[in-house]
């Protein structure tokens, strides 16, 4: 080996190292930052002829275990709904009140109850009668209030999936941005850590608005779907819209017919295609399939 080649090999080992710490102290900086993932740079020999002539490094890559991240976004999706649908049941909870309260529509029936009992065994009296009457408008405005409650609940839910489907619009955005920035790095130098780092944030908060699938590509993009199997992102971000309701009482229902539905449903448009998700049953978990259940069946038996 001559005194050059010695040389550029000694300078190809400390770039080696160089890279290396670099890594490891973005590691270390970045230890608490949300959405960061541990990198690792990989070395090996530069052969020439069967001899060493330095050492060779790539982009540092990520080191993620891709079935962990997935079964976290799942088990994330299934939270965030049993969390928003107790938020909607307890108030309704609050709202009707502890058997013990005195309070509770249980009680105010059971009021009502006792002063027709009363009243039936002396119905000449005309104070029973009139305690009769007040039990009576009692039961009636607490029925109308917890009425009034429920259907404040299920606009609540109406404009809960309009903020949440103009969330995922902006996010799927997002994501084809990202995914462009990586394919076009991977065709250069190959550094796609940190942008991979920042899409996933995207993927994992819109994997907690609805449940999604998602495929990695062979350019380094990753396809999205819903998952019932809807694309949502593939070469272009799909567009998600919702025509909200502002106002909603009792008879407020979805169908899959438009001319009979009275509440918004939600739009998937791809070109020239158009699909609602609902009435596809697209949405299975996560803050989005928890709202629409609130709004369509739960609230409406409460109801």
Request: proline share 1%.
């Amino acid at each position: 080996m001559t005194l050059t080649n010695a040389l550029n090999a000694s300078i190809s080992g400390l770039n080696a190292t160089q890279a290396g710490i670099d890594v490891v102290s973005r590691n270390i900086a970045n230890a608490g930052t949300p959405g960061y993932t541990r990198k690792t740079l990989t070395t090996q020999n530069q052969l020439v002829d069967g001899r060493s002539i330095g050492v060779a490094y790539s982009a540092a890559q990520r080191d993620i275990d891709l079935l962990q991240q997935q079964q976290l976004r799942v088990s994330k999706a299934d939270t965030i709904a049993a969390q928003t649908v107790a938020n909607y049941l307890s108030r309704i909870d609050t709202a009707m009140g502890a058997s013990d309260s005195g309070i509770a529509i249980s009680s105010r029936l059971a009021e009502l109850t006792d002063a027709l009992q009363a009243m039936a065994t002396t119905p000449e009296n005309a104070a029973i009668r009139a305690n009769v009457l007040n039990e009576a408008d009692d039961l009636a405005d607490s029925l109308n209030s917890m009425s009034d409650l429920i259907q404040t609940l299920r606009l609540e839910a109406e404009a809960g999936i309009g903020a949440a489907i103009q969330e995922a619009d902006v996010l799927l955005k997002r994501i084809e941005t990202i995914n462009d920035q990586i394919v076009r790095a991977n065709a250069t130098t190959g550094d796609t850590a940190d942008l991979a780092d920042q899409r996933d944030i995207a993927i994992d908060r819109l994997a907690e608005l609805m449940d999604i699938n998602v495929v990695s590509r062979s350019d380094g993009a990753v396809s999205l779907f819903t998952g019932g199997g809807f694309a949502l992102l593939d070469s272009a971000a799909a567009e998600l819209s919702f025509d909200e309701r502002t106002s909603m009482d009792a008879t407020s229902v979805y169908s899959t017919d438009p001319s009979l539905r009275t509440v918004g449903t939600i739009s998937l448009t791809a070109g020239s295609t158009s699909v609602d998700l609902i009435a596809a049953g697209a949405f299975r978990s996560g803050e989005i399939a928890a709202l629409v259940e609130l709004r369509d069946n739960t609230l409406t038996e409460a109801q």
